[in-house]
Each structure stands twice: as structure tokens, then as C-alpha cells.
């Protein structure tokens, strides 16, 4: 399984797997969207996956971004503690991962079937750096 990265941050070598964990505080409201960003100085802050909540506790994923597709999942465990679990990580990945929170409920609210915007999530968490070496 991956291993659990602390919200300090944490570093791999190309093709290595690492997993992150959604703060408790971002899913405190038992928010209907809640979805992982990424940002490198510079550039803008982008999506990598969302998931929305289906009934009370249970959640889908309708989007990854292609970039991560395929190598990336967004799951939840029985404690309804929510990961993003990399594998296969390389060096275009590095940077800093938030989780997000939106309370809006529709599968509007968290992008559709496409990407969030980033203004439209009201809660986030601290970051996580993610650092991938060749």
C-alpha cells in the first residue's frame, strides 16, 4: 500500500507511490463536494479529483485529471477518512496537494464530469508538498 504522507510534506523517486489524507477539519460539515488541487509557484492552481456525495456517506469520483488518470485514486476508508492515494509518481507531479471542501449540493457544485474551480471551494486544507525525484 502507499505510504501515508504527514501534512509536512514527503519525497519519492520516479515510479514510487505515496498517499495523502484529507484534515478532518475540511470534512467536519459532511460536505457534498470534496476534491484534490495541486499548485507549483507560478502557475495556476489546478484539479486532480473530485468526488461528490451520493447519499449520507457514501461518495463517487466523476473526474480525474487526465494527467493523473489511471495513477491516482480517490478513495475513503471505513472511518469515512478520505486519501489520495499516487502511484507510479513522477518528477511533473511535484508540487503542493490541497483537499477541498464545498457544501453546495449538485454534482454542478464539484465541476460536473469536468474540472472544479478552485473559487468555488470554501474549505481547504493546509497543503501537503509532494516532491517526486528521478
Known amino acids: 500500500a502507499e505510504r501515508e504522507v504527514e501534512p509536512g510534506g514527503g519525497s519519492v523517486q520516479a515510479g514510487g507511490s505515496l498517499r495523502l489524507a484529507c484534515e478532518d477539519s475540511v470534512r467536519e460539515d459532511n460536505p457534498y463536494c470534496v476534491a484534490w488541487f495541486r499548485q507549483t509557484p507560478g502557475r495556476e492552481r489546478e484539479a486532480v479529483a473530485t468526488?461528490?456525495?451520493?447519499?449520507?456517506?457514501?461518495?463517487?469520483?466523476p473526474y480525474y485529471a487526465d494527467s493523473v488518470k489511471g495513477r491516482f485514486t480517490f478513495s475513503q476508508d471505513n472511518t469515512k477518512k478520505m486519501y489520495l492515494q499516487m502511484t507510479n509518481l513522477q518528477p511533473e507531479d511535484t508540487a503542493m496537494y490541497y483537499c477541498?471542501?464545498?457544501?453546495?449540493?449538485?454534482?454542478?457544485?464539484?465541476?460536473?464530469?469536468?474540472?472544479?474551480?478552485?473559487?468555488?471551494?470554501?474549505?481547504w486544507g493546509q497543503g501537503t508538498q509532494v516532491t517526486v525525484s528521478l
Open positions: 477541498a471542501a464545498r457544501s453546495e449540493r449538485g454534482l454542478a457544485s464539484c465541476g460536473g464530469l469536468g474540472a472544479p474551480k478552485t473559487e468555488d471551494f470554501t474549505v
Open positions: 468526488a461528490y456525495l451520493t447519499d449520507g456517506t457514501s461518495y463517487a469520483v
